[in-house]
T-cell receptor
Framework: AQSVAQPEDQVNVAEGNPLTVKCTYS??????LFWYVQYPNRGLQFLLK??????LVKGSYGFEAEFNKSQTSFHLKKPSALVSDSALYFC???????????FGSGTRLLVRP | GAGVSQSPSNKVTEKGKDVELRCDPI?????LYWYRQSLGQGLEFLIY????????KSGLPSDRFSAERTGGSVSTLTIQRTQQEDSAVYLC?????????????FGQGTRLTVV
C-alpha cells in the first residue's frame, strides 16, 4: 500500500534563509513523487516531480527537491525563502504501476520578514 | 476547457439531503481523482477513475458516497443523506492519459456545508 508522511505540521523560517519541508514515502514499486502548494482559498498548484534520472529536481518558484531512495525521502528545499512562499505544502506519491495518487497531511510553511 | 472545472463552487445543504458534485476534467485526461479536504487539513483520497472504471473505491467514507464517470469525461460525486461531518472542500483532479508519470491538475474545489 502507498503512504506518505510529512512529519512537520509547520515549518517556520526567516526570509532569506534556506528552507526544507520533509517528506517520506512508502510504495511497493518504483515511486513517482510530487510536490504541490496551496495558497489560502486556492486550489493545489503543481511545483515539481521526480520520475527518474537526477535525484535533484528543480521546479517552479525556485523550489527543488532531492530524491533519496535509501531513505525513501523526497524533501522540498529552497535556498532563500520569501514571505510569499508562506502556504500549505503537500507531498504526494504514486506507484509506477498505478494511477492512484496519495497525499501527505501537509506542512504549513511560515516565512517571517 | 483550459483546466479542471468543478461545480458548484459552493453548496449549502440541509442535513439529510442528497447532493451532487460535478467535475469536468482536462480534455484527454483519462485519470480522474476525487479528494476531500477538511478545513486547512490534508487531502483524503476518495476514489479515482481510469477511463470510466474505478479500480479503487476504498477511500469512500461510507456507502452514502458514490461516484460515476461517463464517456471518459465528466464525473459526479454523490453524497446521500448528508451529515454535518460531510462538510468539507471536495477537490477533483485529472492526469495525463498516456502514463502514470503525469502530474495531476486540480480544480478549485466545491465547498460543501451541511447545516
Amino acid at each position: 500500500a502507498q503512504s506518505v508522511a510529512q512529519p512537520e505540521d509547520q515549518v517556520n523560517v526567516a526570509e532569506g534563509n534556506p528552507l526544507t519541508v520533509k517528506c517520506t514515502y512508502s510504495v511497493s514499486g518504483n515511486p513517482y513523487l510530487f510536490w504541490y502548494v496551496q495558497y489560502p482559498n486556492r486550489g493545489l498548484q503543481f511545483l515539481l516531480k521526480y520520475i527518474t534520472g537526477d535525484n535533484l529536481v528543480k521546479g517552479s518558484y525556485g523550489f527543488e527537491a532531492e530524491f533519496n531512495k535509501s531513505q525513501t525521502s523526497f524533501h522540498l528545499k529552497k535556498p532563500s525563502a520569501l514571505v510569499s512562499d508562506s502556504a500549505l505544502y503537500f507531498c504526494a506519491v504514486r506507484d509506477d504501476s498505478s494511477y492512484k495518487l496519495i497525499f501527505g497531511s501537509g506542512t504549513r510553511l511560515l516565512v517571517r520578514p | 476547457g483550459a483546466g479542471v472545472s468543478q461545480s458548484p463552487s459552493n453548496k449549502v445543504t440541509e442535513k439529510g439531503k442528497d447532493v451532487e458534485l460535478r467535475c469536468d476534467p482536462i480534455s484527454g485526461h483519462t485519470a480522474l481523482y476525487w479528494y476531500r479536504q477538511s478545513l486547512g487539513q490534508g487531502l483524503e483520497f476518495l476514489i479515482y477513475f481510469q477511463g470510466n472504471s474505478a479500480p479503487d473505491k476504498s477511500g469512500l467514507p461510507s456507502d452514502r458516497f458514490s461516484a460515476e464517470r461517463t464517456g471518459g469525461s465528466v464525473s459526479t460525486l454523490t453524497i446521500q443523506r448528508t451529515q454535518q461531518e460531510d462538510s468539507a472542500v471536495y477537490l477533483c483532479a485529472s492526469s495525463l492519459s498516456w502514463s502514470t508519470r503525469g502530474e495531476a491538475f486540480f480544480g478549485q474545489g466545491t465547498r460543501l456545508t451541511v447545516v
